[in-house]
């Protein structure tokens, strides 16, 4: 009381009155000023909210307090049209951004554009359809749906690949080998009964897409034979069939990762005396990737290297692109990491740094 008395004397004396100080002494400290629509995402997301649509309400509805909040706007509204167009370029734009803000993966130097491209398959009611596909399949097999969402959106990028009713090539989504390990999957996977396909179908044979089939198929258009057999030793043909439906597709996918899970794991304890299912979960996500690049033969040296405490990731930023089975395999985790924790709310731990660097 003494230091306030004090101060309006000396205010007195100087003929100046009290607001002109911004804080005079003994007054309580200014409120905060109000955050950004941008730092308010940062921190929901920062707090752990991981829905789009919560996300768009709180800046939606900051704007328009004179709304019922959190309640879907009346059609009847005056302002319907306006308003909707609103909360949907809030949505894409600001909601979006934060989102892949909060996505980059530094351990994996995966961009937050990259690591989040795949979430938008699962918005709007296709989205809810291709959750719904992704989480039973997933359940059936027993895998992560973001790991089985990643690989599926990485194959077609075409959500109603899986949801329609119309039958689907076994090639199309990338479970090229299926037909001519039918027998191996079906002793290993109990879900593969759940598949629907037409099992006395004679499957198409074709050259697969490799670099080698397709210099194949040039030489074969240039009427060059001699080259067209040089490269066909190389160029390895596989047994498309026809899945009943998308979403059997999408069980066939997640079956045929299940199986690669359950031959790593036979594989790493008869060729390097190791335990597959006791690595890092983000580490088999990337191996079951290659796997399904490289072949079951091609990523031995990988899951050796793996079990051993090799660290198998390609930590560079380099975009997903053709032939570069390890780096899109660390792409394809960090996507899956992603999926798994936004869309079905399963956190999946961070992958931290190398193994050489950790002190």
């Known amino acids: 009381m003494a230091e306030r008395l004090r101060f309006e004397q000396e205010m007195a004396?100087?003929?100046?009155?009290?607001?002109?100080?911004?804080?005079?002494?003994?007054?309580?400290?200014p409120p905060p000023p109000p955050a950004s629509e941008a730092e308010t995402l940062k921190l929901a997301i920062q707090s752990g909210?991981?829905?789009?649509?919560?996300?768009?309400?709180?800046?939606?509805?900051?704007?328009?307090?004179?709304?019922?909040?959190?309640?879907?706007?009346?059609?009847?509204?005056?302002?319907?049209?306006?308003?909707?167009a609103e909360w949907s370029a809030i949505s894409n734009t600001k909601v979006w951004k934060a989102i892949t803000d909060s996505a980059e993966n530094t351990d994996l130097k995966v961009s937050g554009a990259e690591a989040a491209d795949h979430q938008r398959f699962f918005r709007g009611k296709n989205g809810k359809k291709l959750k719904q596909v992704v989480e039973n399949a997933a359940a059936?097999?027993?895998?992560?749906?973001?790991?089985?969402?990643?690989?599926?959106?990485?194959?077609?990028?075409?959500?109603?690949?899986?949801?329609?009713?119309?039958?689907?090539?076994?090639?199309?989504i990338g479970v090229d080998d299926f037909y001519i390990a039918r027998g191996s999957i079906a002793s290993r996977v109990p879900a593969y009964a759940g598949i629907r396909w037409d099992k006395g179908q004679t499957p198409e044979?074709?050259?697969?897409?490799?670099?080698?089939?397709?210099?194949?198929?040039?030489?074969?258009?240039?009427?060059n034979t001699?080259?067209?057999?040089?490269?066909?030793?190389k160029c390895r043909q596989v047994k498309t069939i026809l899945f009943d439906s998308g979403p059997d597709g999408a069980l066939a996918t997640a079956v045929y990762l299940k199986f690669i899970e359950v031959r790593l794991q036979e594989i790493g304890l008869a060729d390097f005396n190791g335990d597959f299912s006791k690595l890092p979960i983000t580490t088999k996500f990337a191996l079951t990737r290659m796997a399904m690049g490289a072949g079951l033969t091609g990523v031995k040296p990988f899951l050796k290297d793996a079990l051993s405490?090799?660290?198998?990731?390609?930590?560079?930023?380099?975009?997903?692109?053709?032939?570069?089975?390890?780096?899109?395999?660390?792409?394809?985790?960090?996507?899956?990491?992603?999926?798994?924790?936004?869309?079905?709310g399963i956190p999946v731990p961070a992958v931290g740094p190398p193994p050489a660097s950790v002190p």
């Not at 895998?143 to 689907?168: C, D, F, H, Q, W």
């Not at 001699?226 to 030793?233: D, N």
């Not at 930590?315 to 996507?335: C, F, L, P």
């Open 140 to 172: 059936q097999a027993g895998i992560n749906p973001g790991l089985l969402g990643a690989i599926m959106m990485a194959e077609t990028r075409r959500p109603n690949s899986y949801v329609s009713n119309g039958k689907v090539r076994s090639y199309h």
């Open 49 to 84: 909210v991981r829905d789009p649509n919560d996300l768009t309400n709180r800046i939606f509805f900051a704007r328009h307090p004179e709304l019922p909040p959190a309640q879907p706007l009346d059609p009847q509204h005056p302002r319907f049209k306006q308003l909707s």
């Open 309 to 344: 405490g090799t660290d198998i990731f390609v930590r560079k930023n380099i975009r997903v692109k053709a032939r570069q089975t390890k780096r899109n395999a660390t792409v394809r985790t960090a996507q899956a990491m992603h999926l798994s924790e936004w869309v079905f």
């Open 13 to 29: 004396d100087l003929g100046l009155r009290e607001y002109e100080f911004e804080n005079p002494p003994g007054s309580p400290p």
């Open 226 to 233: 001699a080259e067209a057999a040089r490269h066909g030793l």
């Open 205 to 223: 044979v074709h050259d697969n897409d490799s670099l080698a089939c397709k210099k194949k198929a040039q030489a074969l258009a240039a009427g």
